[in-house]
């Protein structure tokens, strides 16, 4: 067990205290130094969120928190701190003043961070007896979840601090993205600022609302940059042809004013090959309909990651699903046609087929179709009623692959009083059966969280479809 | 069962047969015209694509497809038809030679829309008879996948027209998203023209290169865009101050060299409220506590749907996930401890608690678990073995929420030549017993698919785990 490492936050506000919980939460023990008297409430709120929603993205625990130290001065702060960011408000005389203040009191080799969105490191670095242990470290709201931090050296740092400030980065779970050229608002603030300056004359001029604009990105290129960036997904769009095509073809329009970005840079020979080779470099190692395919794959794991929690995309998917399929009907001594549908590709596992708790979730939905047919659906779930499984048992008995077509067919197999009770049957596009399933499910009141009685319209509905599979149940 | 509909798809590049394949993949009929010889294996490779990605997306089945048709004329290929789609290249007198031709062979009240990324729809309504049909219905590659079709009007155009045309394009999965006052570029490729412009700056002054640009959008700003756009995310960051607090400290960098795009709007008073008015109809209902608890449960969604096909910042995950947490290690007479993490909350569902199928997720999780404690884990795999699951059996004893700490115990019931047998115990943190599971595995070679001897290094683990687990088999 190594001793915990310990950051000195300088500035607790939404930036400051997302770095905090990024330490805090991967482990380090951190020192804050704030004068606002708010300041401990904020990093509350901040720190709030922030445990509830990292620990999410990993299959592991996260280690054993930090030790959390409100400091009264910077000096206590900073003391014995390997990393010390500032997220000191965008004003260079404040930043000037506190970092002169960080080096009269930081160990010497101690990384010391500023979480500027705009300044130059070297910009920072003035007037410093120690330059050489400031950087730009900025990161991106929320810094607890996002992992981008562009990372800006100026000519005075030494290569093994920079090598250093990413290796600690990457051990807080973020992605230090080093920018070997200062410049105004570093990479990821320039393309930020070009689009809102552009969205600031749409909302003006009349032509959108913030709503609009907003819709325009999160339906649109908001869901390819998730994964491929600028230059990847534009290389697709050249397609065989490749990005020189792609340069070639929408080259004039930098000419056209589809912006109020009318600086452009000229499309010499030059930068086409620059582009091209860096393009190369970057993606040349899959074809085109490699890059598709990779490209619709993840496409389609972040749509349906929203469309399981209705939200964004999602709400659309869901409310066009609707229009799609009529709900199961029940037929007198037939099996219930419960689910019909593809398997999709966020449904696989490292051994690329569909992962055995998959199988789980159709007989799940298959449940929630008989559900449907007995009135114990939505309406129902919202009044406070619902059906929990208590028991399942799957029998798996062949493999199936991502844009199989799959059905189940599911009969009642008992359905009395609280108990739901009922047999599935996975089948593929030849009638193979790929899996059975057993399940028991109880009436449960959502309120109380306890088994309950049905209403009488859905005991009822649930008797007759019992009745109705009676001949079915071997 | 209504008559399907017919689309004309004219131009059948990378955009035309995205269109094709939203239409023929939610039945509609499709013809197709195209002068290049090489379209029909072009749109071939598209509706590749399509066939293969679009069903995923849903838990139904589309409909049957519609009728595919190639046409030899214009006239062919419109007549008939319901919605005309011209997607030729970018030039006005090329679209004009296009539309004339189409208004005198389509039906009177075909819908005409032009995929045009740049044109305004009085431009490419000018010199027709008929310019009320025309309006712009801007895609977004791939077409088959992104929902955003911007639907620009001019003058001209009914508002019945527009009215019909948004509820057909809703009616094949997409989001219409009409603009009210035409203009050079629509509005998301204004936006994406100033990053573009941006970009190829940032590129020429050897500041980055494509691949770090990537980098910058899609481990940062990207992973915000794929659900709130660009006001609600900047609302969040405003805190409870909201949109004016954003607007006054933000404000000021307008006039800083942040970008090239240095023709800016005046944040005069009127503008200001006009934004923060606009901000407060489109999130207004929710507190900025609510915002961030959506913008991170769609977050952590996305990033973990990332996570499960190890794409983008899937990649980062993994990776740090590895660094975190030792694998479980055999200790003899006690269970192994397989799985420790937390609900995430992409594993909760209608009811408000993790779904059951999750529940043999973590299950299927634990076996892995184990396998790579006899020596089964990745590197076997990859040489060609594993184990699959053949059965399995869950009993649901208690609840669970998003954010619960949850750990798995893990028994080895038998383990001999190739059999597995597994009971597992779900706990939650205080030691409740949530769930047990009983899983049968068996060993497989990856390349035959069928039940083969495990390795001699694989199969001795194996024994001596099961005879070390001896004791606590009931």
């Known amino acids: 067990m190594t001793t915990s490492q310990k950051a000195a936050i300088l500035g607790g506000g939404v930036i400051g205290g997302g770095w905090l ?20 409430r904020k990093i509350g709120a901040v720190l709030a969120n922030a445990r509830r929603a990292l620990p999410m993205l990993y299959e592991v625990r996260l280690p054993a ?10 000096a206590e702060a900073v003391a014995g701190a390997t990393w010390i960011q500032e997220s000191a408000p965008e004003r260079l005389d404040l930043k000037h003043a506190i970092l002169a203040d960080v080096e009269r009191h930081a160990p010497a080799d101690a990384i010391i961070g500023s979480s500027t969105s705009g300044f130059r490191p070297s910009q920072l670095q003035e007037g410093l007896e120690r330059p050489g242990a400031v950087l730009v470290a900025h990161p991106f709201n929320p810094v607890y979840l996002l992992p981008l931090v562009e990372l800006v050296p100026s000519a005075v740092n030494a290569p093994d601090t920079v090598t250093r ?20 608002a570093h990479i990821a603030d320039r393309l930020l600022e070009a ?8 909302v003006k001029d009349g032509i959108a609302t913030t709503g609009e604009i907003d819709d325009a990105i999160r339906y649109g290129f908001g869901l390819r940059w998730a994964q491929m960036g600028l230059f990847e997904t534009y290389r697709i769009a050249g397609g065989e042809a490749g990005m020189r095509h792609f340069l070639a073809q929408f080259g004039p329009a930098l000419q056209w004013p589809w912006t109020k970005l009318m600086d452009v840079p ?63 009907e029940a037929v007198a001594g037939q099996a219930l046609q419960t689910i019909s549908r593809i398997v999709p590709v966020d449904w696989t596992d ?56 799959i059905h189940v067919e599911t009969v009642v197999t008992e359905g009395a009083g609280k108990k739901l009770r009922l047999r599935h049957s996975l089948l ?5 059966l790929h899996a059975t399933g057993e399940q028991l499910l109880i009436h449960v009141s959502l309120e109380t969280r306890r088994a309950c009685e049905p209403t009488d319209a859905v005991r009822s509905a649930l008797e007759g479809l019992a009745a109705a599979h009676a001949g079915l149940v071997r």
Not at 23 to 40: K, Q, R, S
Not at 165 to 184: N, V, Y
Not at 377 to 390: I, K, L, P, R
Not at 428 to 432: A, R
């Open 21 to 40: 919980a990024r330490f805090l939460l991967n482990g380090w023990d951190v020192a804050v130094y704030d004068p606002d008297p708010e300041a401990e």
């Open 65 to 74: 928190e930090g030790r959390l130290v409100f400091c009264d001065t910077l």
């Open 165 to 184: 400030a990413a290796d600690i980065l990457r051990s807080i779970g973020m992605f230090p993205l080093t920018i070997g050229k200062e410049i105004d």
């Open 195 to 202: 689009v809102w300056r552009e969205a600031l004359w749409l």
């Open 266 to 328: 000229d499309l010499t020979d030059e930068l086409v090959e620059r582009i091209a080779a860096q393009s190369d470099a970057q993606s040349g190692h899959m074809t085109i309909r490699e890059l598709e395919r990779l490209r619709d794959d993840n496409l389609v794991a972040k749509m349906r990651a929203l469309k399981g929690r209705n939200a964004a995309v999602g709400v659309l998917l869901n409310a066009h699903e609707k229009t799609i399929a009529p709900p199961s």
């Open 350 to 405: 490292y051994n690329g087929h569909m992962n055995e708790s998959r199988y789980g979730q159709a007989f799940s939905d298959a449940a929630d179709a008989v559900l449907a047919v007995i009135g114990a659906g939505e309406d129902y779930v919202a009044a406070g009623n619902s059906f929990f499984t208590v028991e399942t048992g799957i029998k798996y008995l062949a493999e199936l692959h991502a844009g199989a077509p």
């Open 428 to 432: 593929g596009e030849d009638g193979t």
